[in-house]
């Protein structure tokens, strides 16, 4: 079974602190994502990588920077929390499936900015 | 862009009624068609999916058929229970790139 884990279930912190956040996975992927989920927003897109070292912006990347420095984990930064950040956050990894890619999600971090 | 338009919730049904989440797409291509399923407290997983026109994915008795001709590809089933209570999303993706996602919706089901 593919097993995405990440860092924290849930996770309090204060405004303009740094905030990591790690996601783990045990399969080998080469792509990895960082979304956010809020409520009537769905999923939103805020980082991705396609292999190790590599990082691409996704549709809100503001306020938040990636690494990726061994290809089983991706760290979300941010850099200077704000209440705005408020929000669910999840992992997700990516590999082929036949002619399509099947993503497979960590369990979610729910982060409290204060 | 690409996306994906899904009924809005929440939706509230008794045991053993009949479920349909609508759920209608837009992209510049081909997309593959996907319904995820999120339990409380838990990431989301994969509910079921169809690649191109006319499949139909199946998965728990839950069924969506890929409909080019109308852009949509609603999920439906015949008989729900308590345990399906969640909330679903519809997602695409066009030539594999980034994977876009609906709204959700959260569906609670009654004894």
């Known amino acids: 079974d593919v097993k995405v884990t990440q860092s924290s279930r849930y996770l309090v912190k204060r405004t303009g602190e740094k905030v990591f956040l790690e996601c783990v996975q045990d399969?080998?992927?080469?792509?990895m994502f960082w979304y956010r989920q809020d409520p009537g927003l769905g999923l939103r897109l805020i980082y991705f990588?396609?292999?190790?070292?590599?990082?691409e912006k996704g549709d809100i990347p503001e306020g938040y920077s990636v690494s990726r420095e061994k290809k089983e984990r991706f760290s979300l930064i941010l850099e200077s929390a704000s209440t705005n950040q408020t929000s669910m956050y999840l992992c997700?990894?990516?590999?082929?499936?036949?002619?399509?890619?099947?993503?497979?999600f960590g369990p979610g971090t729910r982060l409290t900015v204060t | 862009g690409d996306s994906v338009t899904q009924m809005e919730g929440p939706v509230t049904l008794s045991e053993e009624a009949c479920l349909t989440i609508?759920?209608?797409?837009?992209?510049?291509?081909?997309?593959?068609l996907f319904w995820y399923v999120q339990y409380p407290g838990e990431g989301l997983q994969l509910l079921l999916k169809?690649?191109?026109?006319?499949d139909k994915g199946s998965n728990k008795g839950f069924e969506a058929t890929y409909r080019k001709e109308t852009t949509s590809f609603h999920l439906e089933k015949g008989s729900v229970q308590v345990s399906d209570s969640a909330v679903y999303f519809c997602?695409?993706?066009?030539?594999?790139?980034?994977?876009?996602f609906g709204a959700g919706t959260r569906l609670t089901v009654k004894p």
């Open positions: 990588s396609y292999d190790v070292k590599m990082k």
């Open positions: 997700a990894s990516r590999v082929r499936e036949g002619s399509s890619y099947e993503q497979y």
């Open positions: 169809a690649t191109k026109a006319d």
């Open positions: 399969m080998d992927h080469e792509n």
């Open positions: 997602a695409l993706t066009v030539n594999n790139n980034d994977m876009r």
């Open positions: 609508n759920c209608t797409y837009t992209a510049t291509g081909y997309p593959s």
